[in-house]
C-alpha cells in the first residue's frame, strides 16, 4: 500500500547519519535519464558519486548505483534487511518505497560517496527522498499527468506536490516547457518557500556536429536536448559548490560524458539476436503515460515510418488501471501489429501487478484496425518471439510498461548480455 508522509523514513534514518551531498530530481517525465547524466557527469569529474532512482530494472538493488554500477546483492540487502527489522521493531510500518530510500542512503553512507543524486518516486512534497534537507541543486522535469490518485487531478496539483523539493535558498532548474499552469504553481512555490534563485530551461546545448562521433549520439528529440540541458545546468553547479570554484565549469567540458549516457530502457536500441531469431536491433522503451507514449510515438513516426505509412509491430503491456487510450493513442497506427504480454511479479513491489493481456489487446481492437494480434499472458518470450515472426526485419517496439522493459532486459542478461552496459543511444 503507498502512503505518502515523511514520518515514516524519517524514524528509519534517525540513527543514520547522511554526511553526503545531494542533487535532488522530481517530475514526471525525464528524471531517470537525468539523474543518469548527472550522476555520469560527476564521476566523470572525479567525484564518488552515488545515484538512487526507481522503479529498479531487473533486480531489487541496480536501482541504487555507485560509480554507475550497481551495488552488490549482498551490501544492498545487509542494509535492507536491518531496515525491514527496525521498521518491525519499533512498529514503523515503513512502505517498500521508504526501505529503498533508506537502505539507498545508508548505502551512500557507508560507501562515503561525495554526491547521491536522488530521484523522487512519487510527487514530492510527501515523498521519502524528502528528507533531503540541503542539497547542492534540485531539478524538475517534464511534469504531465499521472498517479493522480496520489498527486491530484490537475496539472497545478500534481505540481504544487513535485515542487515540494524546493528549498530555502537552493537554487533549482525547471523545464521551462512545462504547460504554463505547472510552471506558476512552481514559481509561487518557490517565492512561499524562498528557494532559488530558479532558472526556466529550454534551450538546447550546443552539440557536436552529426558527422563526429559524439555528433552521432547527440540526441535528436527536443525532449530529450531539454533533459541535457538540465542536466549539465545541474552539474556545473553542483560541482561549483562542491569544489568552491568561482564561476561554474562550462558545460561544454562535460558534455562528452553525457552524451555516451543512456539509460537502459529509454528509446534503446538494442539487439534481442541471443532472444529471437532476428538480427535487425529492436526499439526497448518504457513509456508508461500520455507524455511519455506521445513522446515514442513521436520518434517511432519519424524514425521507424519513414515514409510515414510504414507499419510497425509492438510487444505491449501495461500496469492495472492505466489509461489504455492515452497510451496506445500516440503509438497506433492502421496496419500495426500488437503482441500483448503481461509482465511478471516484481520484486519489492507487491501491490504492482500487470494489466490482463485480453484487456489491453480489447482496447488496442476498439482503436486501429490490426494487422496481426497475438495474446500470450505473461510468456514474455513468447511474445518477443511471436512479435519476431510477424515483424520479420521489420520495425518493433517494446513499450507500455518499464517492468515489461525488466523482463526483457532479464531475460538477456541469463542469457550473458550485459544489458547495463549495452545500451545503444537511438537515433
Given amino acids: 500500500m503507498i502512503e505518502l508522509g515523511l514520518e515514516r523514513i524519517t524514524r528509519l534514518l534517525k540513527h543514520t547519519p547522511l554526511p553526503w551531498k545531494a542533487v535532488h530530481v522530481a517530475g514526471t517525465n525525464g528524471k531517470g535519464s537525468i539523474c543518469a547524466a548527472i550522476s555520469a557527469m560527476l564521476h566523470a569529474q572525479g567525484v564518488r558519486c552515488g545515484r538512487f532512482t526507481s522503479p529498479h530494472l531487473i533486480d531489487q538493488w541496480d536501482c541504487i548505483t555507485i ?40 548505502v551512500f553512507t557507508k560507501e562515503k560517496v561525495e554526491v547521491a543524486v536522488v530521484e523522487t518516486g512519487m510527487g514530492g512534497r510527501l515523498d521519502a527522498t524528502n528528507v533531503l534537507e540541503k542539497p547542492l541543486v534540485t531539478v524538475i522535469s517534464k511534469i504531465g499527468l499521472d498517479h493522480q490518485a496520489f498527486l491530484g487531478d490537475t496539472l497545478a496539483k500534481i505540481a504544487g506536490e513535485k515542487a515540494g523539493i524546493l528549498k530555502p535558498g537552493i537554487p533549482c532548474f525547471v523545464d521551462a516547457t512545462n504547460d504554463e499552469e505547472a510552471l506558476r504553481t512552481i514559481r509561487k512555490t518557490a517565492e512561499s518557500v524562498a528557494a532559488g534563485p530558479l532558472t526556466f530551461i529550454d534551450t538546447p546545448p550546443p552539440l557536436p556536429q552529426s558527422n563526429s562521433s559524439l555528433g552521432q549520439a547527440a540526441p535528436k528529440q527536443p525532449h530529450q536536448r531539454t533533459n541535457l540541458s538540465l542536466a549539465l545546468a545541474a552539474t556545473s553547479l553542483a560541482l561549483q559548490t562542491l569544489h568552491s570554484l568561482p564561476t561554474p565549469p562550462p558545460p561544454a567540458s562535460l558534455l562528452p560524458t553525457a552524451l555516451r549516457t543512456h539509460l537502459p530502457g529509454r528509446l534503446q536500441l538494442l539487439s534481442l539476436a541471443p532472444l529471437i531469431s532476428r538480427t535487425s536491433p529492436v526499439l526497448l522503451d518504457g513509456a508508461h503515460n500520455a507524455d511519455s507514449a506521445t513522446v515514442l510515438g513521436a520518434h517511432v513516426n519519424t524514425h521507424l515510418r519513414p515514409t510515414g505509412t510504414g507499419h510497425v509491430t509492438y510487444v505491449l503491456a501495461m500496469s492495472a488501471g492505466k489509461d489504455c487510450a492515452a497510451i496506445l493513442g500516440p503509438l497506433l497506427r492502421d496496419g500495426d501489429s500488437v503482441v500483448a504480454v503481461e509482465f511478471g511479479p516484481v520484486e519489492g513491489m507487491p501491490w504492482v501487478r500487470a494489466m490482463g493481456a485480453g484487456e489491453l489487446l480489447n482496447a488496442a481492437r476498439g482503436m486501429v484496425r490490426l494487422e496481426a494480434e497475438r495474446e500470450v499472458g505473461r510468456d514474455v518470450l513468447g511474445g518477443l518471439r511471436a512479435a519476431g515472426e510477424i515483424a520479420g526485419e521489420g520495425p518493433l517496439v517494446v513499450a507500455g510498461s ?26
Wanted: aromatic share 10%; hydrophobic share 40%; net charge negative.
Fill in 67 to 106: 560509480n554507475e554500477r550497481p551495488v552488490s546483492e549482498s551490501l544492498f540487502r545487509d542494509a535492507h534487511s536491518g531496515f525491514v527489522s527496525l521498521s518491525k521493531k519499533e512498529d514503523i510500518r515503513a512502505s517498500e518505497f521508504e526501505l529503498l530510500t533508506a537502505t539507498a542512503f545508508e
Fill in 402 to 427: 518499464l517492468y515489461l522493459v525488466g523482463d526483457v532486459l532479464r531475460l538477456l542478461r541469463d542469457r550473458g548480455v550485459d544489458v547495463y552496459g549495452s545500451g545503444v543511444q537511438s537515433e
